[in-house]
């Protein structure tokens, strides 16, 4: 008989497609082999996320989608995981009674246990718990590509932003022991592994949780923060020619990590540091407890600290009680900070977080109108950001064909961004090269594999005439 099939949907951030390669890892390990798309699998799995409207919309679309199939095939599993079955629970399988199995952010490791017992049951089974015990980094994953690998060092969160439902869906902060995520590391590389992302919602306050519970003493060697500790760490390990992380928070940040980033080789020249609001009204309100300037002055020190580093955020527009002058406030740190990439956000309403219950919520359309501007604003400022690497030759490491020209190979610098070069024997998946930068846009670049020498990245020179006075 052949094998069932699999076949995952992923919605939302990083940690949501790396519990992807473990669900896929599991299925794996019961016998299921992928499938090409959802029509053609045994068992679709929705990987699922909550942290905006949209994402909820998008699930249910996807799930309605799937019905007709599912009814005419009843041999045809349907299951809903994570982030938004962990929030919705038993509303999931109110709305679509025909899935099969429901489970949340913390209990991944029994889906064979809850599959085998849907089979015999007439309702979805739904199990959804509270809180992890033990950090749940032993379950195999199923890599997507050969070259990279997603490394979670902690789970959850133990911040309070008003406007996030992250830390009630993924509990409280815990984070891994430095030992078991050097052992994952070194066999990962041992495996042909190059390059690792560091996975955290906040990942600079690694190991504060092993210091309370006296697991490890505190603080670390030489002063350092165990974070920057563990970059140390990593930064030894043989044949890791690149380590990113995401993300950390700007309020936990400090210079131990910047001179971590400058220091260590492997360590790439890109700091993903998420702004929100330009205005420290909106900050405060957002229980975010930096402030606008402490803001910039991390982004002069990490440019001042990092050649060529590359920075990008996060930012909401339209947080409740956000006025015209807030906005341009947030315009105005944009422009200071001279982002070099930005995702930005409209505010989107989670029910159970606490920015649900201030006032001054705002109409979607004066939202939108705001929205638009900083974007385009953003926008501009990338593509001026990556105008500036033209000429210049830089390493590329290759991830595969890309997704809009079959003639072109698709790679990323190492302060992330991303190239795409006319095919060359050289530029193989999983391949580090050299590639001269040609042309410019705001999200790629064009060039072509080259055998000139490296030069350094540009770095973005910060307008000091646009910093707000203090
Ligand atoms: N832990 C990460 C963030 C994870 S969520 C951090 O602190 O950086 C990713 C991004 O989604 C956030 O940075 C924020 O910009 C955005 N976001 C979170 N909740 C949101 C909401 N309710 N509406 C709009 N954007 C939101
Ligand atoms: Fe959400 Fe804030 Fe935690 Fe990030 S740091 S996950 S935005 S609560
Ligand atoms: Fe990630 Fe979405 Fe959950 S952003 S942590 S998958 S709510």
Redesign the pocket.
Known sequence: MNARTYFIRTYGCQMNEHDSERAAGVLETMGYRPADDAEAADLVLFNTCAIRENADHKLYGHLSQLKPLKLTDPGKQVVVGGCLAQKDQGAIAERAPWVDVVYGTHNLARLPALLRQADSAALPVVEIIEQTEAFPSALPARREVAHHAWVSISIG?D???TF?I??SLRGPEKSRRMGDILAEVRSLVADGVSEVTLLG??VNSYGRDLVRRGEIAAPGRRNRTLFAELLHALGDVDGLERIRFT?P?PKDFTSDVFAAMRDIPAVCEHLHLPLQSGSDRILRRMQRSYRAHRFLDLVSEARGTIPGVAISTDIIVGFPGETDEDFEQTMQVTAAAAFDSAYTFEYSRRPGTAAVDLDGHLEPSLVNVRYRRLAARTRELAGASNARQIGTVQELLIEGPSKTDARRMSGRTRTNRLVHVARHPLARAGALVPARLEEAASFYLLGAVTDAPLDAPVGTPLPAANVPAR
Do not use: E, G, Y
Request: glycine share 0%; hydrophobic share 10%.
């Open positions: 969160c911040n309070t932003c996030c992250v830390p919602q906040n993300s928070h």
